[in-house]
Structure formats: structure tokens, C-alpha cells
């Protein structure tokens, strides 16, 4: 087995085949193997032992790993409830938000202060085995409309951050893994960072972990290549770890920042609802604030409740899906299911986490950062000794509570869905099928919806006129796409902006047959608006449309064959197109001051 090993690698061999380790499986065939292929699965071992990280109690690399995995293992095979003796209620610290009303208006305008000085983290990390899609999720287009991907959307938020603070750059962490490192930093050369700073983004790089094929915690070779471990990603917990050995979290508080925003890949609503959140976090004092939706009972997402052992100190923390009618019932209540007001009594995690730096990197540094992990296997026999497919450890990012002092107050900021919460995650066949039992459908489609939705809710909020078009359906999906409304974060990065720009009002009319896009310091006056209107203007440029009828023929969207050649995989896996002829497609780049009237006309001022 040793044969053509170096010393250092016949040592890790032996050691893999210990009893501590209990690897010996893997050597079978080792005999007649070719060196060179032996240490191709060396090398990987070593890599990540390398990189798992301590745990609390000092052991780290795949010692640690597999340590835990047996116990964790053990503790499902034996079915046992991790909550035994907990009682359950709703947090009392939060806010359950109506966007628009005063309240709003006033924590938005508080949190709208406090963007200059937060630092925003997006968990990148995850495969999109579920939506179908080959590519990383953030290189998908949030909409079809622009076109821009959510990486851009969101990078261009940072940017118009920046513009209205005169330049102080906010820094934007992406964790990636083993899946998407590549890709996505490949996306960000392509399109130049999408105007930050390169200095302004950290990547970091979550290790994969072996995945486990018993309760013996055995790692599992690949079956295209037997010198090849199969790995998974450990899950978005990873993130605290990465950000605490990084080094950056002191930077970040020498910087005067105050405040990390976590957020997920593809949830692009959420930046609507952030700034409100960071107002109520520094209102209530929050440590952890988690944003929420009014959470139908049964949905695939999590619940924020307060969790009180039988002893000692509760806590409030997201209940995964899968966990919480189990922990409901087994608490003698009855079940996931909704109250009076026809939603679950505990406000539905979108994990979007709004934390205090300050407490935060304490935290970390007293646990040393390593997150509590969970398994999850899926059995194929009574006796749950057999798995139906390898499974891994995993932690969650929701799960910091568990790291966070017992006198840091950990609450929630509740809103409306149609304004926080478009995540896409489901393939098709997913997405129909959740549609048909009434829920969101979450397909790349649906989340395109949810935009153009929102951005016409907001309009109207502001006074606007914005029919609603008919419904359209593709590929079995009926989906709301009319019209479609594009409003980038440079164009309006709160609500409250939004209704600064939109300073006619009733004046300001949009046809069911329309289509909107603005990018920039583009104020709306006087609009009229049956057909397709595309505004971009280049930093330094400010655009008034003023006294403006425009008509013409619009934008229709059209049937596409997913995977159809010509078309990136990203908009054709949504059944549709937007068929982009004619129109008024206004782009200034030159900085001054402009005015649009007249059915498109474009005057220096
Ligand atoms: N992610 C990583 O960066 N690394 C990993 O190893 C794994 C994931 P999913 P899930 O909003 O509806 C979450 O898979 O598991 C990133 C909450 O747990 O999309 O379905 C990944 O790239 C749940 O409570 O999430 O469920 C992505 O950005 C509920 O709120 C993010 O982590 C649900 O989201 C989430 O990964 C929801």
C-alpha cells in the first residue's frame, strides 16, 4: 500500500487507517495503484485537514472533524431531540414593519445614515444544484430587463453608497467555496469589479469537507475517480469562522464601522428592506437583528423563536423548517401552523442578518470562531444505519445566537414579502409544483417577477400610476412580468430616495404595456409612459424627465426554449425572453444636467 510514498505521506496514510481516524476502506486496491494516484487523494486529505478549523475545545483538522461526525451521527441514529424540555415562544424583541408608515420611514432614515459604516457580507458558497443551473447563482440576471446579475446589483449598491457619501467605500465580503471561487471571482475580473475598488472586496474561501458514508463516519471516494474523496460544502456558518481568522474584523471597527450585514445570493429584495433593519438594530440595541416575512405555516423557511431550556438561559434563533413542528409538538403545542392572522406566529427567516461589529468580533474571539454543526442524513432503513447518499457535517450562520453572550438582545425585523423576499432556488419542475400548492415559486422567473412587482409597489407608494399587466405563463409558471420596472440601487437606494426621485407624483403614469429601466440621478417629473423608456446616466450625470409622452410599439416578451442556442443558459432557463426592439434607450455619459421631454427628446441644461 506504501509503495512509491514518501515518508511524510506513508505517515498520513497510517494515519487515516488508525482507529482514530477509521479510514483504513480507502486503501483498498492500494497495492497495484500507481504512486501518482495515491497522492492525488493525499494531497486532498492533507488539504483539508489543513483547513477545518479548531473547535472550542482545542482539536482541529479531520480528527476534529470525524470526532464530531460520530457523535453528531450517533445522536441521530438514536433520534434524539435537541430541544427535550425547551419551551418555545415568540421573540419579544422586534419589529413587525409596514413599508411606508412613519415608523418605517423614521428607522429607514436612521439605518439610510449607518450604510457608510456597514460592512456587507455575502455567502456565495452554495451550489445551485436545486435551481438547475450550471453557473454560480450570483452570475444569473436578477431580471432580464437591465440584465444585470445579482453580483452586479449588488456591487452597484456598494457603489451608490458610495456616491452619496462622497466617496467613503463600503467593503464587500463574498465567501465562496470550493464550487464557486473560481467562477466568481472570474466574474468580477470580467466586468471589472462592477466599479468597486478590487482593494474593497475579500474573498474567502470556505473548504469542503469529506462527505460520510456511515456512522462510522467513513469518507466516501468518488465513483468517476477512487483516489478522490467526494466533498460537500460545511454551509454558510463558515462565514464567522473565515471573517474571524481573517483578520479583517479589527480592520473594519479601526475603520468606524459599525455593523455587518449578512445576505444571501440571490435574495436581491433584500437591500430594499436592510436600510429599515439597521435603524431598528441601533434602535432596540440590537446584537443580531434577523429580517423576516410573515412565514406561511409548513414553508421552507426558518422560524425565529425564543427557545428556553428547562435551566439557564434562553436564547432567540432561527428553527430550521425541517426541526420546527417536531420541536412544536414535542413542546405540546400543535404543530407549524398558522394562527388568526393566517401566517405561523413566528416571523419567517430570510437570512439576512444585521449585526453589531463590536459584540460580534468579541464573540468570536472568545469561541475562537468556530460555529456549532448539525447532520442532516436521510435514511434508507429503520435502524438508521444506512444512508440513502453520503452526507456531511454543516452550520448555519443563523445559529450565532449560540456564540453571542446571554445579555446580547437578539431580535427580528418582520416585513412585507413583496418587498424583502425573492430568493431563487428552484428548478422548473420545483417551482410549478410549489406554485400549484400556493406558495412562492422561487424560480429564476418568479424572483424576476417579485422585482418588477416591488418596483411598480414602490412607484405607486410614491403617487404614480402603474397598471398592472396581465399575467404571463411559461413553461407551466404563470408569472406577473408586467411591465417589467428596473430601478437600480444608484437610482434609489431607500424607499424614502425613491419617493424623492418620483417628485410628480400622480403625474407620473406607466401603461400595463410598458417598459422601465433607470440607472442614476434621474429625478421623475412629468411622464407619460406607453412603451419601452430606458434611462442610464454615468456618475456626475443628473436627468430630469420633464413634460415627456412617450409612446411606442414597447418590448414583449416572448417563448424561449431553455438552452437555446444564442441565448445565455441564465435567461433562457426561465422559458422567456424580452424581445427588445425599438424604444427609447437614452444612455449620458457625460456629466452635466439634462432633461428628457417630448417623446424622448434629451436637452442639456
Ligand atoms: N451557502 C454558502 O455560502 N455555503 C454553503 O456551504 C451553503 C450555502 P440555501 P437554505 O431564505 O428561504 C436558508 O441553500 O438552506 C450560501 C435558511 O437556512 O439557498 O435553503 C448559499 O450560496 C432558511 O432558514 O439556503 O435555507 C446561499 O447564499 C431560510 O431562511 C445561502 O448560503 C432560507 O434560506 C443560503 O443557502 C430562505
Known amino acids: 500500500v506504501l509503495s512509491g510514498l514518501t515518508a511524510e505521506e506513508a505517515r498520513l496514510v497510517c494515519w487515516l487507517a488508525s482507529e482514530e481516524m477509521g479510514q483504513a476502506h480507502l486503501f483498498a486496491g492500494w497495492s497495484a495503484a500507481a504512486p501518482d494516484d495515491k497522492r492525488r487523494l493525499l494531497r486532498q486529505v492533507a488539504e483539508m485537514d489543513a483547513r477545518y478549523p479548531e473547535d472550542a475545545a482545542g482539536a482541529r483538522g479531520l480528527a476534529a472533524y470525524v470526532s464530531h461526525a460520530r457523535t453528531l451521527l450517533a445522536e441521530s441514529a438514536a433520534d434524539l431531540n435537541p430541544f427535550d424540555g425547551y419551551t418555545v415562544s415568540v421573540p419579544r424583541d422586534g419589529e413587525r414593519m409596514e413599508v411606508g408608515t412613519a415608523s418605517f420611514r423614521a428607522d429607514e432614515a436612521r439605518g ?41 446589483i449588488y456591487c452597484t449598491a456598494l457603489r451608490a453608497i458610495e456616491e452619496r457619501e462622497g466617496g467613503r467605500k463600503a467593503p464587500l465580503v463574498i465567501m465562496t467555496s470550493e464550487d464557486t471561487h473560481a467562477l466568481t471571482e472570474a466574474l468580477l475580473l470580467e466586468h471589472g469589479y462592477y466599479g468597486l475598488q478590487p482593494s474593497q472586496v475579500h ?61 444571501q445570493d440571490t435574495n436581491v429584495l433584500a437591500f430594499k428592506a436592510i436600510p429599515a433593519a439597521l435603524g431598528v438594530s441601533e434602535r432596540l440595541g440590537l446584537a443580531m437583528n434577523s429580517l423576516a416575512v410573515p412565514r406561511a405555516a409548513g414553508e421552507a423557511a426558518g422560524a425565529i423563536c425564543r427557545l428556553q431550556p428547562p435551566a439557564g438561559d434562553g436564547l432567540v434563533m432561527n428553527v430550521e423548517y425541517n426541526q420546527l413542528d417536531a420541536l412544536l409538538r414535542s413542546t405540546g403545542g400543535a404543530g407549524d401552523e398558522a394562527d388568526g392572522s393566517g401566517y405561523s406566529p413566528y416571523p419567517g427567516n430570510v437570512n439576512t442578518l444585521v449585526v453589531a461589529l463590536g459584540p460580534y468580533a468579541d464573540a468570536l474571539a472568545a469561541s475562537g470562531g ?31 445566537p449560540k456564540l453571542l453572550p446571554a445579555h446580547a438582545t437578539v431580535g427580528f425585523t418582520q416585513f412585507e414579502r413583496w418587498f424583502s423576499f425573492s430568493p431563487v432556488k428552484n428548478a422548473i419542475g420545483d417551482a410549478v409544483a410549489q406554485a400549484a400548492k400556493g406558495n412562492y415559486a422561487a424560480s429564476p422567473g418568479a424572483g424576476e417577477a417579485a422585482v418588477y412587482e416591488a418596483n411598480a409597489a414602490l412607484l405607486r ?29 444608484r437610482f434609489a437606494l431607500t424607499t424614502d430616495e425613491l ?49 415627456a409622452t412617450v409612446r411606442n410599439a414597447g418590448w414583449c416578451w416572448e417563448s424561449v426554449e431553455p438552452g437555446a442556442a444564442g441565448m445565455p443558459a441564465g435567461v433562457s432557463i426561465r422559458g422567456y425572453a424580452l424581445r427588445k426592439e425599438g424604444g427609447v434607450q437614452i444612455e449620458l455619459q457625460e456629466p452635466g444636467r439634462y432633461e428628457v421631454s417630448g417623446g424622448g427628446v434629451v436637452t442639456r441644461l
Do not use: W
Open 461 to 489: 407608494l410614491a403617487g404614480a400610476t402603474v397598471e398592472a399587466g396581465a399575467p404571463s405563463s411559461f413553461l407551466g409558471l404563470t408569472l406577473g412580468l408586467s411591465p417589467p420596472i428596473s430601478l437600480s440601487p
Open 370 to 400: 468556530a460555529m456549532p454543526e448539525f447532520v442532516n442524513p436521510k435514511y434508507a432503513d429503520a435502524s438508521r444505519s444506512v444512508f440513502k447518499k453520503p452526507t456531511r457535517l454543516e452550520c448555519m450562520m443563523q445559529e450565532l
Open 203 to 263: 474573498l474567502l474561501r470556505q473548504a469542503n469537507v469529506p462527505a460520510l458514508g456511515s456512522n462510522a463516519a467513513a469518507f466516501v471516494a468518488s465513483e468517476e475517480d477512487p483516489f478522490t474523496l467526494l466533498t460537500k460544502p460545511h454551509g454558510h456558518g463558515d462565514v464567522h469562522t473565515l471573517l474571524h481568522g481573517s483578520g479583517l474584523l479589527p480592520a473594519f471597527a479601526a475603520e468606524g464601522r459599525s455593523h455587518v450585514v449578512f445576505f
Open 499 to 547: 419617493m424623492r426621485r418620483v417628485s410628480g407624483g400622480a403625474a407620473v403614469r406607466i401603461s400595463a404595456a410598458s417598459a422601465l429601466e433607470l440607472d442614476g440621478d434621474i429625478e421623475l417629473s412629468s411622464l407619460d409612459l406607453d412603451g419601452a423608456l430606458s434611462i442610464r446616466a454615468s456618475p456626475g450625470v443628473s436627468v430630469v424627465v420633464r413634460g
Open 112 to 152: 439610510g445614515a449607518m450604510l457608510k459604516d456597514t460592512v456587507f457580507v455575502l455567502v456565495a458558497g452554495g451550489l445551485g444544484e436545486r435551481l438547475g443551473f450550471d453557473g454560480i447563482k450570483v452570475a444569473l440576471p436578477a431580471e432580464t430587463l437591465s440584465g444585470a446579475t445579482f453580483l452586479e
